[in-house]
Structure formats: structure tokens, C-alpha cells
């Protein structure tokens, strides 16, 4: 557990500090460090609401029949909330396509 912790308390500095490392030659080479940042897209909301509106309906969908099927497990559900997320990805990307914007 201990070089578990250590291993990824390691990565993580290495992260960090090759980050930091870039960053700094780009501002010493007087361009701009800004590059690095990172803005959500105006549709970065259309797509987390179409994907948890899919898994609550794969939720729904899947409790429903495991309730009516008296199944014991969560062998509807599971598979429903991951083919109902996946249909909203899908969805997502269909709507973009047909808007001509870059996802």
C-alpha cells in the first residue's frame, strides 16, 4: 500500500513539475503560456445533460423491468444505463454533426 501511495504521490510531482518546466520556457521565450488553458465549449453542457438524462433513463428503464421480471440482480440495469449513455453520446454527436461544430 505504502509504494502504491508513493508511486502515485511520484507521478503526480512529475506532473506538476514537467508542467511547470513548459510553462516557464514558453515565458521566458516570450510567447504566450496561455496555450495550456482550457475552456469547456458552449456545448459542453448539451452533452453532460443529454448523457444524464440518457443514464436516468437507463436506470429507470432497468429498475423497472428488474422489478418486473423479479430478477435478482442487476442484470437488466447495469446493461440499460450503459446502452442508454451510449445512445446519448450518440445522439450528442449527431446533433453537432448536424450543427458543423467541432466536438
Known sequence: ?????????????????????????LIESG????IFKTTPGIYSSLKWGILLVAI?????????FDFTLDSDGPFVT????????????????????NENVEV
Open 1 to 25: 500500500i505504502l509504494s502504491l501511495i508513493s508511486f502515485a504521490a511520484y507521478f503526480t510531482y512529475l506532473y506538476y513539475s514537467t508542467r511547470h518546466k513548459e510553462r516557464m520556457a
Open 31 to 34: 510567447q504566450n503560456a496561455g
Open 56 to 64: 436516468g433513463a437507463g436506470l429507470g428503464l432497468g429498475i423497472f
Open 78 to 97: 447495469l446493461p440499460a444505463i450503459f446502452l442508454f449513455g451510449g445512445l446519448g453520446l450518440l445522439l450528442y454527436y449527431r446533433i453537432m454533426r
